[in-house]
């Protein structure tokens, strides 16, 4: 059974930090692109970024771009994301998602085949 769980979300003022991480078990780890979305109240579900297994190829939202990091430590098969320089549009529940991988990096929530439940992220102005 694939279980993907989130940590790492609170409240924090803004131009503050977090990291969030995402644990995954039950799959190989090594054959998924994960991903980072995060849905707002009343707003649909939105691409936030993603990485390949080997860490080399990410993919970042126009709006997280120079602000937020996401890397994979394989090892333990965990995902993360750094959040930099956060901003109250920032949030949103923030939800990891695991993509098997089929030679493209497809962004959207449709491609995934795993999710995890989710983890409140709150920026305060």
């Known amino acids: 059974q694939v279980q993907l769980v989130e940590s790492g979300g609170g409240l924090v003022q803004a131009g503050g930090s977090l990291r969030l991480s995402c644990a995954a078990s039950?799959?190989?780890?090594?054959?998924?692109?994960m991903g980072w979305f995060r849905q707002a109240p009343g707003k649909e579900r939105e691409f936030v970024a993603a990485?390949?297994?080997?860490?080399?190829?990410?993919r970042y939202a126009d709006s997280v771009k120079g602000r937020f990091t996401i890397s994979r430590d394989n090892a333990k098969n965990t995902v993360y994301l750094q959040m930099n320089n956060l901003k109250p549009e920032d949030t949103a529940v923030y939800y990891c998602?695991?993509?098997?991988?089929?030679?493209?990096?497809?962004?959207?929530?449709?491609?995934?085949?795993?999710w995890g439940q989710g983890t409140q992220v709150t920026v305060s102005s």
């Open positions: 998602g695991a993509d098997f991988d089929r030679g493209q990096m497809v962004l959207t929530t449709t491609r995934y085949d795993h």
């Open positions: 990485i390949r297994w080997s860490g080399a190829s990410t």
């Open positions: 039950g799959l190989t780890f090594s054959n998924y692109i």
